[in-house]
């Protein structure tokens, strides 16, 4: 059987495509992606002449069949995403299972991806994170996310639309509190790249005072809830204090 490649793309900057995405995007006998028009212009950029075939949200499921008998049939195929790297965000979920179920072979093509560039430039802890995908577009579905996750402790990453991003920081401070500290990445790789890190509060004016901060394409990060003192139960710190007098 052929190979499903999972092959990332630039996510603004198309120096960023790999040597090997070129290959494989060369190679393989068709290649999947979620937007036919799109993918032809990242292909002509880099004289790829192959064939392309469309897989979104929509057909994702009646495509994985069509795709798993290509496979079996010996044909490799590549799938890509409008940017960055496919099943981040992006299509490809459903079509992987279906043919690591059936004991097919699938590989990656690693690339571009926005959350992960993001989070490299944020200056916040990574050693543990937690990729929480887009954010609700209306206030109040997004103030109950936001809330669900008042107390993790791991830096949180989000996608989110710039135009949305004085509503989304006002719902922050809101459920997480002014002090929170939170980093805007937008337009990363692209001409107006911005990188921004501030309170929630402070942020607010900051997004007010500049509307072109408000356009392209960004990732949210926040910092994971810190445990302080205050937040340790008084029946906690009388024990505590209890068993520190002890041991003198
Ligand atoms: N699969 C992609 C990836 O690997 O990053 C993400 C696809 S998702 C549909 C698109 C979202 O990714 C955008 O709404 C934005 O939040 C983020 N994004 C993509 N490109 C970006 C860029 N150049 N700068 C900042 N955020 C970007």
Not at 68 to 84: C, F, N, R, T, Y
Not at 171 to 200: M, N, P
Request: with cysteine; net charge negative; hydrophobic share 40%.
């Amino acid at each position: 059987p052929g190979t499903l490649y999972i092959v990332a793309t630039p996510i603004g900057n198309l120096a960023d495509i790999t040597q090997r995405a070129i290959e494989v995007l060369t190679q393989v006998d068709i290649i999947a992606c979620e937007d036919t028009r799109h993918t032809g212009k990242l292909l002509s950029a880099f004289s790829i002449k192959n064939k392309t075939l469309s897989m979104h949200d929509h057909n994702e499921r009646q495509r994985q069949d069509q795709m798993a008998s290509m496979l079996q049939e010996g044909k490799s195929i590549a799938l890509v995403s409008d940017a960055g790297t496919p099943l981040i965000s992006d299509p490809g979920f459903h079509l992987v299972r279906h043919c690591r179920s059936l004991g097919l072979s699938v590989s990656p093509v690693p690339g571009a991806c926005a959350a992960i560039s993001a989070l490299s430039v944020a200056g916040l802890p990574t050693d543990r994170f937690s990729f929480e995908g887009f954010l609700p577009s209306k206030s109040g579905a997004r103030q109950t996310t936001l809330s669900a996750l008042k107390h993790e402790e791991r830096t949180m990453v989000f996608y989110d639309a710039p135009r949305r991003a004085i509503d989304t920081l006002k719902d922050i401070v809101e459920t997480l509190g002014s002090a929170r500290y939170v980093v805007i990445a937008r337009e990363l790789t692209k001409t107006f790249e911005t990188i921004h890190s501030d309170t929630a509060e402070n942020f607010v004016s900051w997004l007010e005072q500049d509307a072109n901060q408000l356009k392209g394409e960004m990732v949210l990060i926040i910092e994971g809830h810190k445990n302080d003192a205050s937040e340790i139960p008084p029946q906690v710190i009388k024990t505590l204090t209890l068993l520190l007098a002890e041991m003198k």
